[in-house]
């Protein structure tokens, strides 16, 4: 049986806690403080929420749930982030307390309604096990002429190898505002790290020509590191669709990309911030999502430990990392985005592009379908540019002139569609590290390396993104090569031009 904590609203549920998040929350007519008025939105300006008819704004009320992440134990949960029961009724009648009719609310596409009879707005805040009531929710922040000019600006840098069809019908009148279901996970955690790092002492090259060779030498040390970490504030999707990357008909990436969020400035959950907006609901639960949080919390650590590493920038081979989670809390979400899309229909096939602005921070992120007939001419035009060059010019690198075609395609590609794209959430997350110890113990010097970076150099990857920026592609290159290549495209072309 669970046991009852009326002093914090907090009940323990087969050893987890669970914070009853909904307290106080009251179904039907949330009426204005000052006039009674129902009609109640978002000051976006402020983050109020402010009466149409009287204009009077009133404070939000913040979630009560655990704030010092350092002293988390064992398992904390929002109400609103509990299991979804299947079989719970998405459809919910509410009764007017005005005019005493009985209004229909459908969960699936919306927490509120208008009486038909009064026109009061009813609203529905007090959780129900489908998943469609979260612990708490952030206003929209940047106002929609703002995001329309930003998703204007992406797709103004994008528009000469766009496709004619998706320039001739680009309007930003019909973006939506849209609230994602996310989970919020706050981590109390302890990292042990030890492995081997290579610190450069020099470099150098013999022979000529084709047969030039550059070596290094190194110092090579046994490295520890052991440090307590607090990670807060980690989001994750947890609509199962948006979570997929993977999905070949849609550009999910791009929204997972325009993270992180300041969802600290999140407030108790009210239906009134959604009212001219659209949502979606949430259908993952924790045991679900529990995997890959605990991965990106891996990567977390790692990249934690890098600020202690920086002499050796031959890098750090990780032969064990453990993570110890002493403490975890989770809260549902609803955070806000600006949101463009346009479906393009290649043959049988159908690809749906998205443009996504945070709607806090106005980070934009985009796909926008490509004219490929078009980008291959120039492709061409290039590499033949690059064929005179490798002919006209003599220096060590010419070969890499032959180059400058694919690797112009694949720029511009990258530029346009940015599959790629991602959450970079292992430095961009807010943590603190305490209680560092540190082990750095000479092991030998080395000669004549062949490799710039040390043997398995792991202390940079990434493992619990969806979409791996290490992931090779059809090109065959690894993305880090591609990036390289990219970035020196621009200095190369100019050289042929001079």
């Given at each position: 049986?669970a046991e009852?904590e009326?002093?914090?609203?907090?009940?323990?549920d087969?050893?987890?806690?669970?914070?009853q998040?909904?307290?106080?929350?009251k179904?039907?007519q949330v009426?204005c403080?000052?006039c009674?008025s129902?009609d109640?939105?978002?000051n976006?300006a402020t983050g109020?929420?402010?009466?149409?008819?009287?204009?009077?704004?009133?404070?939000?009320?913040k979630l009560?749930?655990?704030t010092?992440?350092?002293k988390l134990?064992?398992?904390?949960?929002?109400?609103?982030?509990?299991?979804?029961v299947a079989d719970?009724?998405d459809?919910?009648?509410l009764?007017c307390?005005?005019?005493g009719a009985?209004v229909?609310?459908?969960?699936a596409?919306a927490?509120?309604?208008?009486?038909?009879?009064?026109?009061?707005?009813?609203?529905?805040?007090?959780q129900?096990?489908?998943g469609?009531?979260?612990?708490?929710v952030?206003?929209?922040?940047v106002?929609?002429d703002?995001?329309?000019?930003?998703?204007?600006?992406?797709?103004?840098?994008?528009?000469?190898?766009?496709?004619?069809k998706?320039r001739?019908?680009?309007?930003?009148n019909?973006i939506?505002?849209?609230?994602?279901p996310?989970?919020?996970?706050?981590?109390?955690?302890?990292?042990h790290?030890t492995?081997?790092?290579?610190?450069q002492?020099?470099?150098?090259?013999?022979?000529?020509?084709?047969?030039?060779?550059t070596?290094?030498?190194?110092d090579l040390?046994?490295?520890g590191?052991d440090f307590d970490?607090t990670i807060?504030?980690?989001?994750?999707?947890s609509?199962k669709d948006?979570?997929?990357?993977t999905?070949k008909t849609?550009?999910?990436?791009?929204?997972?990309?325009?993270m992180?969020f300041d969802?600290?400035n999140?407030?108790?959950y009210d239906?009134n911030?959604?009212?001219?907006?659209?949502s979606?609901?949430?259908?993952?639960n924790?045991?679900e999502l529990?995997p890959i949080?605990?991965?990106?919390?891996k990567?977390i650590a790692r990249?934690s430990a890098n600020a202690s590493?920086?002499?050796?920038?031959?890098?750090?081979?990780?032969?064990?990392e453990q993570?110890d989670i002493k403490?975890q809390?989770w809260?549902?979400?609803?955070?806000p985005?600006?949101?463009y899309s346009y479906?393009e229909?290649?043959?049988?096939?159908?690809?749906?592009h998205?443009?996504a602005?945070?709607?806090r921070?106005?980070?934009?992120?985009g796909?926008?379908p490509i004219?490929?007939p078009?980008?291959?001419?120039f492709?061409?035009?290039v590499?033949l540019l690059?064929?005179?060059?490798?002919i006209?010019?003599?220096f060590?690198?010419?070969?890499l002139?032959l180059?400058v075609?694919?690797?112009?395609?694949?720029y511009?590609?990258t530029?346009?569609?940015n599959?790629?794209?991602r959450?970079?959430?292992e430095?961009?997350?807010?943590?603190?590290v305490t209680?560092?110890?540190?082990?750095?113990?000479f092991?030998?010097?080395?000669t004549?390396?062949?490799n710039?970076?040390i043997e398995n150099?792991n202390?940079?990857?990434?493992?619990?993104a969806?979409?791996n920026?290490?992931?090779?592609?059809g090109l065959?290159?690894?993305l880090?090569?591609?990036?390289f290549?990219?970035?020196?495209l621009?200095?190369?072309?100019?050289?042929f031009l001079k």
């Amino acid at each position: 049986m669970a046991e009852t904590e009326t002093q914090d609203q907090a009940y323990v549920d087969n050893g987890v806690k669970v914070v009853q998040t909904d307290v106080d929350n009251k179904d039907g007519q949330v009426k204005c403080p000052k006039c009674g008025s129902t009609d109640i939105s978002t000051n976006a300006a402020t983050g109020q929420l402010r009466c149409n008819f009287c204009r009077f704004e009133f404070e939000p009320q913040k979630l009560e749930m655990e704030t010092d992440i350092s002293k988390l134990s064992g398992t904390t949960i929002g109400s609103g982030a509990q299991d979804i029961v299947a079989d719970t009724k998405d459809q919910i009648t509410l009764k007017c307390s005005s005019c005493g009719a009985e209004v229909v609310i459908d969960t699936a596409s919306a927490n509120q309604a208008r009486c038909h009879w009064c026109r009061n707005t009813l609203s529905l805040n007090q959780q129900i096990p489908n998943g469609a009531i979260p612990d708490m929710v952030l206003a929209f922040k940047v106002k929609k002429d703002e995001a329309k000019k930003a998703i204007e600006d992406f797709v103004g840098k994008r528009k000469f190898y766009a496709h004619p069809k998706f320039r001739q019908e680009f309007t930003t009148n019909n973006i939506m505002g849209v609230y994602f279901p996310y989970m919020v996970v706050d981590l109390n955690a302890h990292s042990h790290l030890t492995g081997l790092g290579e610190h450069q002492t020099r470099s150098y090259s013999e022979g000529s020509g084709e047969h030039r060779v550059t070596y290094y030498d190194a110092d090579l040390y046994q490295v520890g590191r052991d440090f307590d970490l607090t990670i807060h504030g980690l989001s994750i999707e947890s609509n199962k669709d948006r979570l997929d990357t993977t999905n070949k008909t849609k550009t999910n990436n791009i929204i997972n990309s325009i993270m992180p969020f300041d969802v600290e400035n999140s407030v108790k959950y009210d239906s009134n911030y959604l009212k001219g907006f659209t949502s979606e609901r949430r259908d993952s639960n924790i045991t679900e999502l529990t995997p890959i949080i605990t991965e990106r919390a891996k990567d977390i650590a790692r990249f934690s430990a890098n600020a202690s590493l920086k002499n050796y920038d031959r890098g750090v081979s990780w032969q064990s990392e453990q993570l110890d989670i002493k403490g975890q809390q989770w809260k549902a979400a609803y955070l806000p985005v600006w949101l463009y899309s346009y479906q393009e229909d290649k043959g049988d096939r159908k690809l749906l592009h998205y443009v996504a602005v945070n709607a806090r921070t106005k980070e934009s992120m985009g796909s926008v379908p490509i004219y490929l007939p078009k980008l291959f001419l120039f492709a061409f035009l290039v590499e033949l540019l690059g064929v005179f060059g490798f002919i006209k010019l003599d220096f060590d690198y010419d070969f890499l002139l032959l180059l400058v075609g694919p690797l112009y395609f694949f720029y511009i590609y990258t530029k346009y569609r940015n599959q790629n794209a991602r959450d970079q959430y292992e430095t961009e997350t807010k943590t603190n590290v305490t209680n560092l110890k540190t082990m750095d113990q000479f092991v030998e010097h080395r000669t004549r390396l062949r490799n710039s970076k040390i043997e398995n150099q792991n202390n940079t990857t990434v493992r619990g993104a969806s979409m791996n920026l290490k992931k090779k592609t059809g090109l065959g290159l690894d993305l880090d090569l591609k990036n390289f290549a990219a970035d020196q495209l621009s200095s190369i072309t100019d050289q042929f031009l001079k």
